[in-house]
Structures are given as structure tokens and as C-alpha cells.
């Protein structure tokens, strides 16, 4: 199905979310709140994006509040849960988003840190050591290709290879393939499925525990939790995300992806990353009509 643009699309998806009561909000980071730059360490959401996101955190803050008063997760405003689902480290989302009142998500939702929730993937934080052993193989490895970068992240690994040689990615490719393979011949037994997978994603290889558990599954756990009855609605701009795109579909809500792309899950689209700004204004807008 051809993705059409959410903005061609307004009223449509405006009049969807008078008639859910309100909405509950997911988005990525990289490439999505904030544009993707060479060094992942400076990443960072322009001033704009910045103040409509705190500003929608200010009408989302009570939320948590009301429900540890006794109230049902979905009364209230218009705006139920607002959350930050990335594949970086939990620590790191924090540090990048900064704002009270938003729940922070990391890597690839196994783990969720916010108001009113505290949850870590019990399978995957088992995992956690063994990752750690190939982080460090793989930092070794990678020593032979200049440009790219490891990020141990405890629950996963990313390869960063944007600023790698061309040349070097054949080479970069098998060491991530080679390492990966020997973390699961040691973790895995005969005739079961390997513990890891490889994933690869906008110049980056992530390397995964191998559970039936993704930014969808995340997502879904925190509407239950805030949003129960309200429009889900996730924006990302990734294969990664293509995840949190299908569940919040089947859920009946809106997916919105960053540039439009014929193989995804996402019936809408964002025709570039600096529109996300945009669209969290109009969001807010609408809220204030609750």
C-alpha cells in the first residue's frame, strides 16, 4: 500500500483521535526527534523540536499522577503517554531527552524507565554478560577499520560504520558476523536457534539478544499501562522501527514513518525529519481541544 503524507491526511487523522478521546504518543530518537549526524555522541534535538516536546510533556506529566491516585489509566486530558523508544542505552535516551514526564525507553524497548514504570527484560538482562564479552572482541576487531565505532549498550551492541572506508566493509561485515556467531556457538546448545541477531539498520549493524520482543512490544506494554483506549500513534524512520509500525497498526492506530518508503508498515509518512517539529505542534494544538 502507497503511504500517504500525514499532513495531506489531517483531518482524517484529527478527526480519528477526537473520537478515541485523546492519543498516546511513541517516537524514536536518531532520526526521527533529532536528525542522524556522524558521531552518534552529537546527536541532539534542535531548540524548536525541543520546546514542542516539553510542551507536550506538560499536558502528558499528570498522567502517571492521576493513575496513582486511583484513577483508570485512561481518564483525563487528550494526552495519556508520551515516550521516547530508542535503540540506544536507557542512560543514554535519558541524557538526550531531559524532559520530566516523558518515559524513556532503550535498547529497542527492553528496557522502560519513566513515571509510574521500571521494567528491564528479565531474558535479555541475562544476556548481558556474554554481549559484553563480544563488545569487547569486536572493539579489538574493529581496531583494523578506522571510521567505525562499537557501543556496548548491555542489553545490545551497536556497530557504527558511517564514517567507515567503503573498502572496509566487507571486512567489517565478517568480523560482525564472525563474532556474533561465536557468542551463540557458546551460548547455544545443540539444534536450538542462535541467542543473537544481527539487524542492520542506517549505517549500523545492532546486534541483538534473539526474543520474541521489539519497540512494538514496548510500545504495547506502555499503552496497556497509560493509554488504554486512546489513538496509539508511533513515529520513527527506520527498518527497527518497522516493529513498533506493525503493532500499532494492528492496535487500530497511526504509524507515521520519516520519508516515505513503499516496504513499509507505516501508512503515513513525514517527507523529512524536520517536519517532526511540525507535526508535534499540530499535536499539540489538537490536544488542547480535550
Known amino acids: 500500500m502507497k503511504p500517504k503524507s500525514i499532513f495531506s491526511n489531517w483531518n482524517t487523522f484529527e478527526q480519528r483521535v477526537l473520537s478515541r478521546g485523546g492519543l498516546a504518543i511513541g517516537l524514536d530518537f536518531d532520526g526521527t526527534l533529532a536528525a542522524i549526524v556522524k558521531d552518534p555522541g552529537k546527536a541532539a534535538m534542535s531548540a524548536r523540536t525541543r ?3 516539553e510542551s507536550l510533556a506538560e499536558v502528558c506529566v499528570r498522567r502517571p499522577l492521576a493513575a496513582r491516585r486511583g484513577r483508570s489509566a485512561g481518564s483525563g486530558g487528550g494526552l495519556t503517554l508520551l515516550a521516547v523508544i530508542s535503540g540506544r542505552s536507557l542512560p543514554d535516551v535519558r541524557r538526550l531527552v531531559k524532559i520530566p514526564g516523558i518515559v524513556c ?6 528496557e522502560i524507565d519513566g513515571p509510574g514504570i521500571k521494567f528491564r527484560h528479565r531474558k535479555g538482562l541475562a544476556l548481558s554478560k556474554p554481549l559484553g564479552r563480544m ?4 572493539s579489538r576487531a574493529m581496531r583494523n577499520y578506522p571510521g567505525c565505532g562499537v557501543n556496548n549498550k ?5 556497530v557504527h560504520y558511517r564514517n567507515a572506508r567503503p573498502s572496509d566493509m566487507p571486512g567489517i561485515r565478517r568480523a560482525v558476523r564472525l563474532q ?9 546448545q545443540a ?3 542462535a541467542p543473537f541477531r544481527i539487524l542492520e539498520g542506517k549505517k549500523v549493524y545492532e546486534i541483538r539478544p534473539r ?10 506494554t506502555l499503552l496497556r499501562r497509560f493509554g488504554r483506549g486512546r489513538l496509539p500513534v508511533f513515529i520513527g524512520d527506520d527498518t527497527v522501527d518497522e516493529g513498533a509500525f506493525r503493532k500499532t497498526v494492528q492496535m487500530g492506530g497511526v504509524a507515521i514513518r520519516v520519508q516515505a518508503s513503499g ?14 517539529c511540525v507535526l508535534l505542534e499540530r499535536i499539540l494544538a489538537l490536544t488542547r481541544r480535550f
Not at 548491555?154 to 551497536?158: A, E, T
Not at 526474543?211 to 504495547?220: H, I, N, Q, S, Y
Not at 516496504?263 to 517532526?276: C, I, K, T
Open 51 to 53: 520546546k514542542a516536546l
Open 105 to 110: 525507553s532503550g535498547n529497542h524497548g527492553l
Open 135 to 138: 563488545a569487547r572482541r569486536l
Open 154 to 158: 548491555r542489553f545490545s551492541i551497536s
Open 180 to 188: 556474533a556467531l561465536a557468542a551463540s556457538r557458546v551460548r547455544g
Open 191 to 193: 539444534g536450538t536457534e
Open 211 to 220: 526474543l520474541r520482543w521489539d519497540k512494538g512490544d514496548a510500545f504495547e
Open 263 to 276: 516496504e513499509s508498515r507505516a501508512p503515513y509518512y513525514l517527507s523529512r525529519q524536520s517536519s517532526v
